[in-house]
């Protein structure tokens, strides 16, 4: 994601204008990773399940063995307060942040009293509403919760998604679908995934390899109030390939449709197109 034109940092109790250095070269999270951040959305005027992901970033720092230093109310009331730097209808990443200042006696380990906070706004645009992606599979795999801190959003899980796209980039495609280490399809290398055959709409069932992102549940939840078959269960690759539509939900563009996998070349379908108009008319009564 590229760097906004307009960047505003809140740290040490205060905001600043520009991207704020909120680390040094000796600490803990700066060497050995500890850092973990969550995102939500600002367009048309409206912030949805803003509470939803200032609630996970404190549950992603206990599992990093952090320790949470504010109440989601605390920090919604912080990113409101930020917020009022920009227009009504600019569109903003925010991007709450915890990490460790200091080590615990096992250097390695972080020390859950040095837990740090920062929130960091950037000017972000959303995607056109054509935007669309292409997929290919990738060499890599998900992992599983007992090889890494997969029930967080953590930077350091990143640089493994990082060599799946650099994969997927130098074979022609925009992204990877991307499998768990059993083979089952997991997600995309950068968000989760969905696809719908014969009218009915299947995704990945969360089994411990990647979040239950809090932009797939919302779509699942509005398909299924519109009437929608929403299936959560096992799926594999060729499941995907004799799909009708795929698509693909996350919080930077929400609902994108998938036009390609491999060689199958696909319309952005009724579904999809669903699933987004459905997101954007819940996010406007928010």
Sequence with gaps: MAVGETIYTYFNGKWDKGNTLIMGAADHATWLGTLVFDGARKFNGVSPDLDAHCERVNQSAVAMGLKPTLTTEAMIEICREGLENYGADDAIYI??????????????????????????LESVPMPPADASMTLTTTSFCRPMLSMQLVNTKAACLYPHNARM?????????????????????????????????????FTPAPNGTFLNGITRQRVTQLLRESGNTVHECTLSLDDFRQADEIFATGNLSKVTPVTQLEDKHLQAGPVARQARELYWDWAASQ
């Design 95 to 120: 991007r709450p942040m915890y990490w460790s200042k200091e080590s615990d006696p096992t250097v390695v380990s972080g020390d859950p009293e040095s837990t740090q906070f920062s929130l960091c």
């Design 165 to 201: 796209l650099r994969e997927a980039n130098a074979k022609g495609f925009k992204n990877a679908i991307v499998c768990d280490a059993l083979g089952n399809v997991a997600e995309t290398a950068t968000s989760n995934i969905m696809m719908s055959k014969d009218g009915e709409v």
